[in-house]
C-alpha cells in the first residue's frame, strides 16, 4: 500500500509515518518512481509505535525495543526490551514525582499570594492630612 493508504488505515499523517522511516522503526519498499510501498504488516506496525509513544517513549528508545517484534523468541531481545521499557517507567515515575513537588512549591505560592491579597483587602486605608 501506499503511504496514503497507511495513513488512512493507522490513523497517522504521512509526514509523521515519514518521519518513522526516517528513524528506522518503520521500513517501505520503493517504487521505480521511488513512492514508498508498505506491507499490511506494517498497519500493526504503525500500531505498535503509537502505543509505544503515548506511553512516552522517545524514537530513540522505541528503536530499541522493536527488535523484541522482529524477533519474539529471542530470550536476550526479550530481556533487553524488558530492561528498557522498566527504565522508561523509572524515568516516568522520577518525572511525575518532580512534577508533583512543583505542583506543591506553586500551591506553597499561591497560598502566600492569597494571604497576601487578603490582608491588603482588610488593611485600613492610610489617613491623609490636610494642610
Not at 517504487?31 to 499490511?40: E, P
Request: glycine share 4%; charged share 25%.
Amino acid at each position: 500500500m501506499w503511504i496514503g493508504e497507511l495513513s488512512k488505515r493507522t490513523g497517522v499523517s504521512p509526514r509523521s509515518l515519514r518521519y518513522y522511516e526516517e528513524q528506522g522503526l518503520l521500513t517501505s519498499s520503493r517504487s521505480d518512481a521511488g513512492q514508498r510501498h508498505y506491507s499490511d504488516a506494517e498497519v500493526q506496525r504503525v500500531s505498535l509505535i503509537q502505543q509505544l509513544f503515548d506511553a512516552g517513549m522517545s524514537s530513540r528508545v522505541i528503536a530499541t525495543v522493536l527488535p523484541c517484534v522482529e524477533t519474539p523468541s529471542d530470550p536476550a531481545v526479550i530481556e533487553s526490551a524488558f530492561v528498557t521499557m522498566t527504565r522508561e517507567r523509572d524515568r516516568i515515575d522520577a518525572d511525575i514525582a518532580h512534577l508533583i513537588e512543583a505542583r506543591d512549591a506553586l500551591d506553597v505560592l499561591i497560598r502566600i499570594n492569597r494571604q497576601h491579597s487578603a490582608e491588603l483587602s482588610t488593611a485600613p486605608e492610610p489617613v491623609t492630612r490636610s494642610t
